[in-house]
C-alpha cells in the first residue's frame, strides 16, 4: 500500500544521511568515551563534533549545549533545575498551549507550592500579550513559553517574549522541539535563558535530544553521578545518537532554505482541502505558522474517524482529539483557542517534511472529499 506520511510533528523518519554516520558507533568505535586509553577516548572528538553542530543550528557556543534523552527531558530539566535553584517564591509562568512535557513539570511545581500562571491564547492560537505583562508585575518569575505550537504550528513571538522577561528580571526557557530545524533560531539575538530540542522531530533517531542551557543560567541537576556533560548531566553518553543528531542537525541547517517549499506543498494541501470540502476550517493563524504545519477543522465530524478511514488508504496524519475516560475530547490546545464544539472535534493536523512531494499532496486532496461525505451522511449534526 502506498504510505503517505503527514505526521512529521508526531514524529520524522531518520534521515539516511544520519543512520550512516551512527552505524561506526555501533560497530568500531564502541569505547567509552571517558576512558583513559585511546579506545574510548578517540570516541570524544565525535561528541564534541556532534556538540558544535547542534549549536551552530542554534546560534549558540558549544560549551552551552547538553544532550539528554529527549525534548520532553529537556523541558523537564530546565523547568525543575531553574525553578529549584531559584528559590522558594518564584512564580511560574506558561501558557494554557504548551506540550504537556511543559504542562506536567510546571503543573507537578504548583502542586508543592509555587504559584503558577497560565496565559490563554486568542481564537487563532496567538498569545494574549497584555496578559502576559500584567503576570510580570510580581517578580521574580520563571517562564516556559514555546516557540511553536505542535497541533497548530503557531509562533509565539519569542524573541519580544524573552526581552520582555530579561527587563523583569527573569528566566525564560522555550520549548523549540517544534521549530528547531524548521525555522532560523539563533540565540545571540534572542535572549531566552534555556531551549529544548528533540531528535526525533528533525530526522534524527527517537531517544536524543538537547538542552541549551546560556552560560552564567543558574540550574540545579537532577541527573547526579558522574561528570559527563560538564557535570550538568551525568550517565555515559549515548554516543551513536548523539552523533545522529549532529548530522541531522547539520542537515537541517543546510536545509532551512528548503522550508519554503515545503510550505507551498502545505499551502497546496490545505487550499486544496478547503476548496475540495464545504464546511471546513484552518484552525491558528495562518500567516504566523510553521511552514509545514495545517490544522484544519472538517466541521461537524470525528477527526479519529476521519484518520480511521485515512489509515485504510496509507494517509497518516493526527487528530487534535485525545481519547480520555472514554470519550473524544478535543485536546487542550483547541479547546484554549475556544474553536466551536462541531469544529473542535474534526480537527486533523497535516504535518509535512522535506521528504513529500507534490503527488502526496495530489493524493490526498483526491481521497478527503468522499471520506468527508460519507461521514457526514452518518453524523447527528448536519
Ligand atoms: N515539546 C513539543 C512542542 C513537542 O511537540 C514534543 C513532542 O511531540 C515534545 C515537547 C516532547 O518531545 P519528545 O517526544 O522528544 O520527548
Given at each position: 500500500?502506498?504510505?503517505?506520511?503527514?505526521?512529521?510533528?508526531?514524529?520524522?523518519?531518520?534521515?539516511?544521511?544520519?543512520?550512516?554516520?551512527?552505524?561506526?558507533?555501533?560497530?568500531e568505535?564502541?569505547?567509552?568515551?571517558?576512558?583513559?586509553?585511546?579506545?574510548?577516548?578517540?570516541?570524544?572528538?565525535?561528541?564534541?563534533?556532534?556538540?558544535?553542530?547542534?549549536?551552530?543550528?542554534?546560534?549558540?557556543?558549544p560549551?552551552?549545549?547538553?544532550?539528554?534523552?529527549?525534548?520532553?527531558?529537556?523541558?523537564?530539566?530546565?523547568?525543575?533545575?531553574?525553578?529549584?535553584?531559584?528559590?522558594?517564591?518564584?512564580?511560574?509562568?506558561?501558557?494554557?498551549?504548551?506540550?504537556?512535557?511543559?504542562q506536567?513539570?510546571?503543573?507537578?511545581?504548583?502542586?508543592?507550592?509555587?504559584?503558577?500562571?497560565?496565559i490563554?491564547?486568542?481564537?487563532?492560537?496567538?498569545?494574549d500579550?497584555?496578559?502576559?505583562?500584567?503576570?510580570?508585575?510580581?517578580?521574580?518569575?520563571?517562564?516556559?513559553?514555546?516557540?511553536?505550537?505542535?497541533?497548530?504550528g503557531?509562533?509565539?513571538?519569542?524573541?519580544?517574549?524573552?526581552?520582555?522577561?530579561?527587563?523583569?528580571?527573569?528566566?525564560?526557557h522555550?520549548?523549540?522541539?517544534?521549530?528547531?530545524?524548521?525555522?532560523?533560531?539563533?540565540?545571540?539575538?534572542?535572549?531566552?535563558?534555556?531551549?529544548?530540542?528533540?531528535?526525533?522531530?528533525?530526522?534524527?533517531?527517537?531517544?536524543?535530544?538537547?538542552?541549551?542551557?546560556?552560560?552564567?543560567?543558574?540550574?540545579?541537576?537532577?541527573?547526579?553521578?558522574?561528570?559527563?556533560?560538564?557535570?550538568?548531566?551525568?550517565?555515559?553518553?549515548?554516543?551513536p545518537?548523539?552523533?545522529?543528531?549532529?548530522?541531522?542537525?547539520?542537515?537541517a541547517?543546510?536545509?532551512?532554505?528548503d522550508?519554503?517549499?515545503?510550505?507551498?506543498?502545505?499551502?497546496?494541501?490545505?487550499?486544496?482541502?478547503?476548496?475540495?470540502?464545504?464546511?471546513?476550517?484552518?484552525?491558528?493563524?495562518?500567516?504566523?505558522?510553521?511552514?509545514?504545519?495545517?490544522?484544519?477543522?472538517?466541521q461537524?465530524?470525528?477527526?479519529?474517524?476521519?484518520?480511521?478511514?485515512?489509515?485504510?488508504?496509507?494517509?497518516?496524519?493526527?487528530?487534535?482529539?485525545?481519547?480520555?475516560?472514554?470519550?473524544?475530547?478535543?485536546?487542550?490546545?483547541?479547546?484554549?483557542?475556544?474553536?466551536?464544539?462541531?469544529?473542535?472535534?474534526?480537527?486533523?493536523?497535516?504535518?509535512?517534511?522535506?521528504?513529500?512531494?507534490?503527488?502526496?499532496?495530489?493524493?490526498?486532496?483526491?481521497?478527503?472529499?468522499?471520506?468527508?461525505?460519507?461521514?457526514?451522511?452518518?453524523?447527528?449534526?448536519?
Amino acid at each position: 500500500m502506498k504510505t503517505v506520511y503527514f505526521d512529521n510533528n508526531a514524529t520524522t523518519c531518520v534521515a539516511p544521511e544520519v543512520t550512516e554516520v551512527m552505524i561506526p558507533f555501533f560497530k568500531e568505535y564502541w569505547g567509552n568515551p571517558s576512558s583513559m586509553h585511546y579506545f574510548g577516548g578517540q570516541v570524544r572528538k565525535h561528541i564534541e563534533e556532534a556538540r558544535g553542530k547542534v549549536a551552530s543550528l542554534i546560534g549558540a557556543d558549544p560549551s552551552e549545549i547538553v544532550f539528554t534523552s529527549c525534548g520532553s527531558e529537556s523541558d523537564n530539566m530546565a523547568i525543575n533545575g531553574a525553578v529549584e535553584a531559584s528559590g522558594a517564591g518564584t512564580r511560574i509562568i506558561t501558557s494554557r498551549v504548551e506540550h504537556p512535557a511543559v504542562q506536567g513539570p510546571c503543573r507537578h511545581l504548583r502542586d508543592q507550592g509555587f504559584h503558577l500562571t497560565e496565559i490563554g491564547v486568542d481564537s487563532a492560537g496567538i498569545l494574549d500579550m497584555a496578559e502576559l505583562r500584567e503576570s510580570l508585575l510580581e517578580g521574580p518569575v520563571f517562564a516556559s513559553l514555546m516557540w511553536a505550537n505542535n497541533e497548530t504550528g503557531v509562533i509565539f513571538p519569542i524573541e519580544e517574549i524573552s526581552q520582555m522577561i530579561k527587563s523583569a528580571g527573569g528566566v525564560i526557557h522555550t520549548d523549540a522541539v517544534q521549530a528547531a530545524g524548521k525555522l532560523p533560531i539563533d540565540v545571540s539575538k534572542v535572549p531566552v535563558d534555556m531551549l529544548s530540542i528533540s531528535g526525533h522531530k528533525l530526522h534524527a533517531p527517537k531517544g536524543i535530544g538537547a538542552l541549551y542551557i546560556r552560560k552564567g543560567t543558574k540550574l540545579n541537576t537532577f541527573m547526579l553521578g558522574g561528570h559527563q556533560e560538564n557535570g550538568r548531566r551525568a550517565g555515559t553518553e549515548n554516543v551513536p545518537y548523539i552523533v545522529g543528531l549532529g548530522k541531522a542537525c547539520e542537515m537541517a541547517a543546510a536545509g532551512l532554505k528548503d522550508e519554503n517549499r515545503i510550505a507551498t506543498l502545505r499551502d497546496k494541501l490545505e487550499n486544496g482541502l478547503l476548496k475540495a470540502c464545504p464546511d471546513t476550517m484552518v484552525n491558528g493563524d495562518r500567516k504566523n505558522r510553521l511552514p509545514n504545519t495545517s490544522n484544519i477543522s472538517f466541521q461537524y465530524i470525528e477527526g479519529e474517524a476521519i484518520l480511521y478511514h485515512l489509515s485504510d488508504l496509507g494517509i497518516c496524519a493526527s487528530s487534535g482529539s485525545a481519547c480520555t475516560s472514554g470519550s473524544l475530547e478535543p485536546s487542550h490546545v483547541i479547546r484554549a483557542m475556544g474553536i466551536p464544539f462541531t469544529a473542535a472535534h474534526g480537527s486533523i493536523r497535516f504535518s509535512l517534511s522535506r521528504y513529500n512531494t507534490e503527488e502526496d499532496v495530489d493524493y490526498v486532496i483526491e481521497n478527503m472529499p468522499p471520506i468527508v461525505d460519507r461521514l457526514r451522511k452518518l453524523s447527528p449534526f448536519v
